[in-house]
């Protein structure tokens, strides 16, 4: 009796190493057309982020660097994250690919639905940088306070308002600001009295 437990054991299992053989041998040419496919992508990623790159230094030639490494940082993790997903459809799992974009497609919306107000003011933040007419130095009004602006940041500026620094979003002072001529009696632009 336990001669036939043992034999029905070894069938069992010699089967099922039959079975995942066969499987494996079949899914093969799969996966190596996905590591080869991940070769080709990773080329082509490196080309990609070549060419972003080089548009981000001459975009950004005198700012910071680190707005240039958040760009392609994103960049970079949105083209892996497509090669990935491709990955997955060429070695037939298809489905999951499908399913793991519609989940990130939704967790992006939330995100960026919970950090619109960050990017408002980032986007706020690289229009003030770029505006000529919007520099250190000059005196502004947002709101209800006038300053002269100290420093422009990526999210927030810092103006200097009776002697205190006054910080502000970059998405307020953006849509309400308003330039200040100087009106010292030494400034040949001022009033003269």
């Not at 080869?36 to 070549?50: E, P």
């Not at 002697?163 to 030494?186: H, Q, Y």
């Amino acid at each position: 009796m336990l001669l036939q437990i043992t034999d029905g054991i070894v069938e069992v299992v010699e089967g099922t190493f039959r079975e995942f053989g066969a499987t494996v041998v079949g899914a093969l040419p799969r996966i190596l057309a996905g590591l080869l496919f991940v070769l080709i992508a990773a080329a082509g990623v490196k080309l990609v982020m070549l060419v972003v790159s080089r548009f981000l230094n001459r975009a950004f030639a005198g700012e910071d660097p680190v707005y240039r490494q958040f760009l392609a940082r994103i960049t970079a993790i949105l083209l892996w994250f497509a090669v990935a997903l491709a990955f997955l459809s060429v070695v037939g799992l298809g489905r999951i690919a499908a399913a793991l974009g519609t989940a990130s497609g939704f967790v992006a919306l939330g995100v960026s639905y919970a950090l619109s107000g960050m990017i408002a003011d980032a986007v706020a933040g690289i229009y003030l940088l770029r505006d000529p007419d919007f520099m250190p130095g000059d005196t502004v009004t947002t709101g209800d306070r006038t300053g002269v602006v100290q420093a422009i940041e990526l999210r927030k500026t810092r103006l200097e308002v009776d002697g205190d620094t006054l910080v502000r979003a970059n998405g307020k002072i953006e849509s309400e600001w308003t330039k200040r001529e100087a009106t010292d009696a030494g400034d040949s632009t001022g009033a003269e009295g």
